[in-house]
Every structure is written in C-alpha cells, then in structure tokens.
C-alpha cells in the first residue's frame, strides 16, 4: 500500500513539474506579423535594433499606423504621426539596404505616440 501511495505521490508531483509552453517574456520582441493591438506595435518598435529589414519595419510601420488610428487622439495629432509614419516607411522602402538605420526615427515617432495617447483627444 505505501508503495502504491509512493508512486502516486511521485506521479502527482512528476505531473506538477512540468513546465507550461513558452511564452514571450517582455524582453522578447515580437515579429511584426504578430503585431494585433497598438500596445503589441509599440513594444516591437522598442524591441528593434539597427538589423531589422525593409520587409520588417514596413509590415511593422503599417500595423503601427493601422491600429494607432483607432486610437482616441486628437485629429492634428493622428494626422501628422500618421504622415510621419508614411514619410518614414517611404523612406526605408526607397532605400531598403539602409532600413537599420530607419529604427532610431521610429522610436522618435513612437515616443511621440506614446505621448499622444496618454494625452488623449485634447489638443
């Protein structure tokens, strides 16, 4: 009888030990096509560095302007972060090979975003 209440205690705790699926901690970047809310957006641009591709800031620069959108911001505001972003994403789409050094740009615009929406829609 112990034994058998030995191993079933030893397969309660074998059952508890394991370790759930891995999941994104928040120093891990996300991929832009992954990108499903504002907040997703931001924390990849944070997470960027000077080796990110053309394909991967502009996918990642149209989903930022996508979902900051409908974010409740002051119109002028929306309007001209949103011109920003066009300016920017041209820019690393005419010249793809200089995409990294893109990154510093949108953090700028990212920082103004960030800004913009804890103001709210108040000029």
Known sequence: MRTAV???LILLL???STTAPDQPSPQQSIAASDITSTTDAIAWA??????????E????IDKLGTYFAAEEVWFQTHNSLG???ISLNADI????????SKV???????DKIEDAIEKGDTP
């Open 104 to 110: 510093d740009d949108l953090q700028l615009i990212v």
């Open 57 to 60: 800031l502009s996918e990642g």
């Open 14 to 16: 074998a059952a508890c």
């Open 93 to 100: 789409v005419g010249n793809p090979n200089a995409a990294g």
């Open 46 to 55: 944070r997470a960027l560095d000077n080796s990110a591709t053309a394909t």
């Open 83 to 85: 011109q920003d972003l």
């Open 6 to 8: 030995a191993a079933l």
